[in-house]
């Protein structure tokens, strides 16, 4: 029972780890120990229970220890408020990503009024790439692509400084129906 009280909690505080800092920095590495750490949780709690309730139970009243233990990991993860985490993170290292949106907005920046990728000396930390789009009544949609790695494609920030009824934006607006868009502040926009 020790054993699968030690490969319980291993595996959970490995998908914790895993999955704590997912919106920032996801790397393959990370989506590998989450997969893992959730097959070994999974697996775990029918074993245990079976073990538990043929052998364990004949020896001790804590026999069903190790299955009460990976279904209070799971409910963690999920009452977990990664989200608000995430959101915090963004908003305390926003002024580089603020200072790009406002060198497109003044012009410093050139680009078109279709969406294109963008040369950007300094990129913040984490980010791949930066394409954006400027109109000529002033707005701006600027799009910030993370180098997570992600199974559904591109992730990143979005800056949308625009009316849902731009003509300039006409294309994007359909694009857009397909991301999920989560709102982090203002016109801060997290996609997946």
């Known amino acids: 029972m020790k054993i699968a009280y030690r490969l319980i909690i291993f595996c959970g505080v490995g998908l914790f780890l895993s999955l704590w800092p997912l919106a920032v920095v ?14 070994g949780l999974l697996s775990a709690f029918p074993i245990t229970l079976i073990i538990g309730v043929f052998s364990w139970r004949k020896s001790t009243r804590l026999w069903m220890g190790p299955s009460v233990l990976c279904v209070v990991i799971f409910l963690a993860l999920i009452v977990c408020p990664r989200t608000q985490i ?7 290292h926003i002024t580089p990503y603020a200072m ?41 949609l600027v799009e910030f692509y993370s180098k997570a790695c992600s199974f559904a494609g591109h992730s990143g920030c979005l800056f949308k400084d625009y009316t849902q009824t731009n003509s300039c934006f006409a294309d994007y607006t359909k694009l857009e129906q397909e ?9 801060w926009y997290r996609f997946f």
Not at 86 to 92: G, V
Not at 103 to 120: L, R
């Open 26 to 39: 996801q790397t393959l590495f990370q989506m590998t120990v989450m997969e893992v750490c959730s097959l």
């Open 100 to 140: 790009i949106v406002d060198s497109i907005k003044s012009g410093a920046v050139p680009c078109s009024s279709t969406i294109t990728i963008i040369n950007i000396p300094d990129l913040p930390p984490y980010i791949r790439y930066v394409a954006a789009a400027r109109c000529n009544d002033g707005s701006v």
């Open 86 to 92: 995430d959101n915090w993170w963004f908003k305390k």
């Open 179 to 187: 991301w999920r868009l989560r709102h982090i502040t203002g016109n």
